[in-house]
């Protein structure tokens, strides 16, 4: 199976990239990354599988239409993850998260569509849903994004889906939970607590902090959307809720007792414009039609990842100093 897997130098992409490359030998996919390298696209993120003869990384940009057209063509599916993610940042640059995750979105489905690829697997948030304090969405729910990457991703969900019912393009969509695990960048809150805390910096929690959220390990994660691309169907929608909900002040605390610091570094700060309060999936049509379920206990992917910072210094300590 020949396979283009976008954003594959980023935090989950990678994760897949590696996982799928995990068996040796000419057994499972050729793929071949496209990744623009931006400050969360790093390299070193595919070091471990990048003598691999069946990965080929080109660097690149997905709203370059000539350049995605070559790499589509001849690729039995799509592994969408290219995305332009973090809240925060699409507060102040709204542009480029429209950009990104919308005309890159729509640029690489008109290459799939003239070349007839196989399956596009378009990987998306429950962001896009908006903020509940009650109860679990199923996929049918009304998208109401209350943040500029929310609307740009709910944007992209509604361009793919709209590709299966104008060009009967092989479409399927996953929104996920709150993912964590090694190689993310460190300006989500897990990363950038734990690189903070292991430093003995203070750490921002918004508000009050009892924003709650689900928790999803990247290897569930990676698991979930490859079940969809070979087993979904054409045209749905399919939740990775993960396994364990809480509120950020007591993620917060699962940090500092996992980094051996104390509450004296935990600073509450204003929170952000229209921060969603809660998230909460339904992932029962996965289970019961793929049989998805998550394996990782936040406790043990907890305690497994910041033992993973702590012991990979090297990686992030760079990011850090060049990116802020």
């Known amino acids: 199976m020949k396979l283009l897997v976008t954003g594959g130098a980023g935090f989950i992409g990678s994760h897949y990239v590696r996982t799928r490359l995990a068996t040796p030998g000419s057994h499972g996919p050729r793929i071949t990354v496209l990744d623009r390298l931006t400050y969360a696209g790093n390299?070193?993120?595919?070091?471990?599988v990048a003598a691999d003869p069946r990965l080929t990384f080109v660097e690149g940009d997905i709203c370059d239409p000539l350049l995605v057209d070559e790499l589509v063509a001849g690729q039995d599916a799509v592994v969408h993850f290219a995305a332009e993610s973090h809240v925060d940042r699409s507060i102040t640059t709204a542009a480029e998260?429209?950009?990104?995750?919308?005309?890159?979105?729509?640029?690489?489905?008109?290459?799939?569509a003239r070349?007839?690829?196989?399956?596009?697997?378009?990987?998306?948030?429950?962001?896009?849903?908006?903020?509940?304090?009650?109860?679990?969405?199923?996929?049918?729910?009304?998208?109401?994004?209350?943040?500029?990457?929310?609307?740009a991703k709910a944007g992209s969900d509604l361009l793919a889906l709209a590709a299966f019912t104008t060009h009967c393009l092989d479409v399927v969509v996953t929104r996920?939970?709150?993912?964590?695990?090694?190689?993310?960048?460190?300006?989500?809150?897990?990363?950038?607590?734990?690189?903070?805390?292991?430093?003995?910096?203070?750490?921002?929690?918004?508000?009050?902090?009892?924003?709650?959220r689900e928790w999803l390990h990247?290897?569930?994660?990676?698991?979930?959307?490859?079940?969809?691309?070979?087993?979904?169907r054409a045209g749905e929608v399919y939740h990775l809720g993960g396994r364990d909900e809480l509120a950020n002040s007591d993620l917060t605390d699962l940090l500092l007792t996992l980094t051996g610091r104390g509450p004296e570094l935990v600073r509450h700060v204003a929170d952000r414009p229209g921060h969603d309060?809660?998230?909460?999936?339904?992932?029962?049509k996965i289970t019961e039609e793929l049989g998805y379920r998550p394996t990782v206990a936040l406790a043990d992917g907890l305690a497994a990842t910041v033992a993973w910072y702590r012991d990979n210094r090297a990686w992030w300590e760079p990011l850090i100093a060049r990116n802020g």
Request: aromatic fraction near 10%; include cysteine.
């Open 176 to 212: 996920s939970s709150n993912t964590y695990g090694p190689y993310q960048y460190p300006e989500k809150i897990i990363p950038r607590f734990t690189t903070n805390l292991l430093d003995g910096l203070p750490v921002p929690l918004y508000g009050d902090g009892s924003h709650r």
């Open 277 to 284: 309060h809660r998230y909460a999936l339904d992932s029962s």
């Open 97 to 112: 998260f429209v950009r990104t995750n919308m005309l890159g979105t729509q640029i690489l489905l008109d290459a799939a």
């Open 43 to 48: 390299r070193d993120n595919l070091a471990p």
């Open 115 to 151: 070349h007839r690829t196989g399956r596009f697997l378009h990987v998306s948030t429950d962001e896009v849903y908006g903020s509940t304090d009650t109860g679990s969405w199923t996929e049918d729910q009304p998208l109401a994004p209350r943040s500029p990457y929310a609307a």
């Open 218 to 232: 990247v290897d569930d994660h990676c698991a979930g959307v490859d079940l969809a691309l070979h087993h979904g």
